[in-house]
């Protein structure tokens, strides 16, 4: 089985934290099919997110390994050692004790302390009952044998029946889903920050409706500081990223460069994001790869852009993100070619 892991470095450069970025979840809230992939994610932020959750500016940039479970453990420690030091994990990618195991040796070992560790974990579908959620991040939190994770999410707003399966389905293969009062959810969440279990929270996969149930709700003690959904030129956000940014919610973008195409999850039929005209011109122009003018375009929408790849040069090509800008007369052209449509469809709506 695939996992994912997200992990920020702090580059000790002084030039590299003039560009400041953050940390983020992966895409990954589908359990993939079984094979050996490995690819880097980088991920461009702006820093509000930082100062929501930690009140600091992190480092520049994060990567992402999608890996097999079983190399979960030394992949960690090899990140740890060359200066990442921002996980992204949940509890529906079940590698949590590996990555657990990872951090306490590179701690034990004096790489790092926990403090210099930003840690995230998310609340799985089958555990939104208000009544499982302080069990839920328990259980992450035995795994991993830490005392508190640094920011908990709700991974989706779509609530699945309880039990051990991680995509419980009917006998005819479909979702079993379950009925669950979200604000219920989230008061679970502040009370498990209140208790020192995790220092913040947030969401991922809400609409705005969604958020506004919680923002709404009597005696909100913590909004979410971000919310993470699926955000691309073909898929702008626009509404849902004003309505953030009016109540300082941070808008976290997965599947930034369009997807991967995994035919399990995605339609192969949709047109490839980066072979855009459109975005190809601009790139042309401003002599950039369309992939660096795609997060450029959310940088400067006020976005936190994850952009996977399969190789470092990719890697290397996507921090030039900060060496250029698009022109208002750019930014107005990409936002013509949004067109409301999703790469990801692997949850009900």
Known sequence: MLCTLVIAFLPRSKLFFKKKVSWLQSPSVAILEPKKIKSLTVSIVSPSICHAVMGSDPAFSL??????????????????????RHIDCAHAYRNEEQVG????????????????????????????????VQSALEKSLKNLQ????????????????????????????????????????????????????????????????????ILNKHRLK????????????????????????????????????GSQRLSKWVNPNYPI??????????AKKHKQTPALVAL??????????????????RIKENMQVFDFELTPEDMKTIDGISRNMRYYEFLPP
Request: a neutral charge; one cysteine or more.
């Open 63 to 84: 990567f992402s390994f999608t890996f097999i479970k079983s190399e979960a453990l030394e992949v960690t420690k090899f990140a740890i050692e060359v200066g990442f």
């Open 101 to 132: 195991h990872a951090i306490r040796s590179k701690i034990a070992d004096g790489t790092v302390k926990r403090e210099d560790i930003f840690y995230t974990s998310k609340l799985w579908s089958t555990c939104l009952q208000p009544e499982l």
């Open 146 to 213: 830490l005392d508190y994770v640094d920011l908990y999410l709700i991974h989706t707003p779509v609530p699945l029946k309880q039990g051990g399966e991680i995509l419980p389905t009917d006998e005819d293969g479909k979702l079993i889903l379950d009925s669950v009062d979200l604000r219920h959810t989230w008061e679970a969440l502040e009370k498990c920050k209140d208790a020192g279990l995790t220092k913040s929270i947030g969401v991922s996969n809400f609409n705005h409706k969604q958020l506004e149930k």
């Open 222 to 257: 913590y909004k979410p500081v971000c919310n993470q959904v699926e955000c691309h030129p073909y898929l702008n956000q626009g509404k849902l990223l004003g309505f953030c940014k009016s109540h300082d919610i941070v808008l976290v973008a997965y599947g930034a460069l």
């Open 273 to 282: 994001l980066l072979e855009d005209p459109v975005l190809c011109a601009i």
């Open 296 to 313: 450029r375009y959310q940088i400067q929408c006020g976005v936190v852009a994850l952009a996977k790849s399969y190789n470092r040069k």
